[in-house]
């Protein structure tokens, strides 16, 4: 994905309008959708798109990795382009078919 860059202006209020690339790219497009900033420890802000309730399950497990990542922040990486072309080898030719069950076994 290509980098996205705009500007806004903030009011006195505290407002400001999501620049139209970024409404796109979150797919806001009513007066109803809801917006989640959140701080990372560099001090940049990351904004993302509130959805409805989703999956308890799958929101207990991101808050998990969310708050191992905070706590261990320090010993986060990038991924480097040999990292993921090690893992890509790792994994060449495996075959997945996401449509097939799991054998009982695996569960």
């Known amino acids: 994905m290509d980098t996205l860059e705009a500007e806004s202006t903030v009011t006195s209020r505290g407002q400001t309008t999501v620049p139209a690339p970024f409404r796109k790219l979150l797919n806001v497009t009513d007066d109803a959708s809801k917006l989640h900033w959140r ?4 001090g940049s802000v990351v904004v993302s798109k509130l959805e409805g309730p989703g999956d308890p399950l799958i929101t207990e497990f991101l808050n998990f990795i969310e708050a191992d990542a905070r706590q261990n922040f320090a010993s986060l990486r990038p991924v480097t ?15 997945i078919d996401l449509n097939v069950p799991l054998n009982p076994d695996d569960e």
């Open 39 to 42: 701080t990372l420890h560099d």
């Open 81 to 95: 382009p040999e990292w993921l072309s090690g893992l890509q080898k790792l994994v060449k030719g495996v075959k």
